[in-house]
């Protein structure tokens, strides 16, 4: 684009039209690029579906100058000052049917013993000489050649050469070729201009050669391909007004085989940032020379810091730092196959400080994978696996699995956005946890969760955390302001979690409150809104002053019948939150009443009928145990008159002894059970008007 922004095109037609045979001849013709003008003539004819032709062209001026208006840099800056010398010619022809086969096609370009200079640049780039051919018989593109047979230029001292032979670059591109010169980047600034603020310094010095056919790289016959040299960059240093922190290489160095390009050395410093590095890069021939190859490499990576905030472009004016553009989808390139294993000392993200980084790194199939990525962040400890990926480059996505060991909770709140969003109590804590977690998800164009897509699960176990000033709970205290609810201890808690539809949902999880526990389970939003069950089980000695006078009254009036009635060492209440995490809302249980002790009065109520109803039921069932012991107390006693009158039936005779005998059977047992009757009803009368009546 930069280019094209930088390119006039001006054309002049004198063209004959034969539209009966469909042909077109031209004349006197120039089209002009910038300002390298060419002349062409010759003839097109299209009498069926290829497209027949002879055409010649040639430039009209021979201005070294006009060369290098081609060139954007040069075009854009002192063009017209400039001061050129030398020899060109560039001239072409291309003859015969274009459609399922090639035209013969050449085109000629040498430029002999040119050079060129600023008015207000001590140097000049001189001794240019270019020859180049490119050239098809006709047939198939398969057939073009490619001859850079010469390219040498000085720039201000500095030599520089380079040439290449290229055949057969469809089928199995056969290349040969080499670059070879130094140039020191201080003196380079002596020939060409800088832009303002722009500098540069150092060396770079190239030595390479290749000889070969790519299918010999492609078959792994890598001793068919002849492949040597190297490329070093030393001390170099460059600046801009755009980045004045300024890119620092103190050493790069690339050894140059058929097989793969060896990175021996790799040093550099960006702003704070610095990098060591060294390995390898294979398939490079064929990523350079064929579409849809894969670059293939292989490095370690060590670093003692690594600025990513002055990398994203960090900005601070005065005092005070420029609202940052929103962050754009990093889109992982198709085809690369990296594998990096990483040390990196200190990494600066935002206001996060992530040290002792250990891992490797793969960057493949448009996914950047985490493998056992180790770090220290948050006062704690994270082993993390997992991956980014963004085949769709408008909705990419994340799948990691964390293992996380002492994280400073009110820390992650305070400076991960998703972490307050997942859970809004963390801002209120103090103290560490452990987690293991797993998340799925789709992030959107500004590298953010997008809530609702998450899916995932985790368990989480705290560790020392005191709760301060969390909106939910202190709804829920003050409505139970008769309930001691200090102290509240989350350590030691363990819980287990699911991302579900844009909601955390947290399985049931006991928290001790002294003596009293509450069972805690439910749901928040990414909206912050919550909907949580609190299932209390209160110990009387945490109840306050009215509960505790409620309590005793009831247990007064029941004590006053002669009943010893017992409510337990606990009270059981169930307690709904609802609303936002900023206004909550209490559904029931605490603060039915207005004096914010309704809740435990009535289930101290419930309590006592409760206690009630089974005393009932106790004098029953003594009531029925007594009746039970007379009956047999009688049924003993007419036993025993019934033994002795059967010893009267031996004196008296059989006939009046059994007369007697039956007399003495129905009277007993009648009295008896008259008896037993009376005495089982006066009891139980007597026990139910001291129960509900006043006692005499």
Known sequence: VKYLNKVSLNSKFDIDIDMVNSKYTFN????????????????????????????SFEAKQTQFKHILSLVPAVYAKDFEDIETSGKVAISGTAKGAYGESYPAFDVNMTVEDAMFKYPDLPKSAKNIQIAMNISNPGGSDDNTIIDLSKFHIDLGGNPFDMNLYVSTPVSDPNMKG??????????????????????????????????????????????EFDASGNMIIMDMNYKSADFPEGVQIEKMDFAFSAEFLELKDFRVVVGNSDVRANGTIQNHMAYAFKENETLKGNFEMTSRVFDLNEMMGEEEVGDS??????????????????????????????????????????????????????MNLMKGSMILNGFYETKDVKAPTINFR???????????????????????????????????????????????????????????????IELKNFKPLDAVMKAADKFKMDPINFSDIKLSFKFVDGRVNVNPFTVPIGKSTVVIEGSNGFDETIDYLMQFKIAKSQLGGQANAAMNSLLGQ????????????????????GGTVSNPEIKKGFGESEDGSGGVKEALKDKAKEELDKAKEEM???????ADKLKRQAEAKLRQEAEKARQDLKEKGKLEAKKELERLKKEGLQKAKESAKEDVKEQAKDALKGLFGKPK
């Open 620 to 626: 029953k069932r003594k009531a029925k145990m007594e």
């Open 178 to 223: 080499g670059v070879n010169g130094t140039i020191y980047l201080d003196q380079l600034q002596d020939v060409i201009p800088m832009e303002e603020g722009e500098s540069y310094s150092g060396e770079i010095v190239s030595d390479i050669n290749f000889d070969g056919k790519l299918s010999s790289i492609e078959k792994e016959r890598y001793h």
């Open 558 to 577: 029941a004590s006053g019948v002669g009943l010893n009635i017992s409510t337990g060492d606990y009270i059981k209440m169930n307690v709904n939150v």
């Open 321 to 374: 730092e420029v609202d940052e553009e929103p962050y754009e989808v990093i889109e992982v390139p198709e085809n690369i196959d990296f594998v990096l294993n990483a040390k990196l000392g200190k990494v600066l993200y935002d206001d996060i400080d992530i040290t002792n980084i250990d891992g490797r790194i793969v960057v493949r199939n448009q996914k950047i994978t985490m493998k056992n990525v180790d």
């Open 402 to 464: 964390m293992n996380i060991k002492d994280f400073d909770v009110h820390e992650c709140a305070d400076k991960l956005n998703t972490v307050e969003k997942m859970a809004p109590i963390a801002k209120s804590m103090e103290g560490t946890f452990d987690c293991k977690m797993a998340v799925v998800g789709t992030l959107d164009k500004q590298m953010e969760p997008i809530y609702e897509t998450l899916t995932g699960s985790g368990r989480m176990q705290t560790h020392e």
């Open 28 to 55: 006197e013709n120039t089209l002009s690029v910038n300002e390298l003008e060419f002349g062409f003539d010759g003839w097109l004819a299209m009498p069926g579906d290829d497209i027949d032709m002879d055409l």
